[in-house]
């Protein structure tokens, strides 16, 4: 993995589709690819909010950086 541009601030946040906190989380507790995220310069930094949204056949999940910078999406669809 590419050094990350800057430390991680040590959680991160797990928000609903309405923006209301359900996990609060120390990024030990979280696996280490979902702790960092390239960015659009490729720059590798960390991820501090992840939004969970419903969408028609299963959620995606919106991870952020700590200047409020989309990072990564993630489509999660249920089977059957």
Do not use: C, K
Not at 2 to 9: L, M, V
Not at 36 to 59: C, K, N, T
């Amino acid at each position: 993995m590419t050094e990350p541009t800057a430390a991680h601030p040590g959680t991160i946040r797990y928000l609903d589709d309405a923006g209301e906190l359900v996990n609060e989380l120390p990024i030990d507790e979280v696996p280490e690819s979902m702790r960092f995220a390239y960015d659009e310069e490729d720059q590798l930094v960390p991820v501090v909010e992840v939004v969970a949204r419903d969408i028609p056949d299963g959620r995606e999940l919106l991870e952020y950086g700590p200047e409020g910078q989309l990072l990564r999406v993630t489509a999660q669809r249920r089977i059957g």
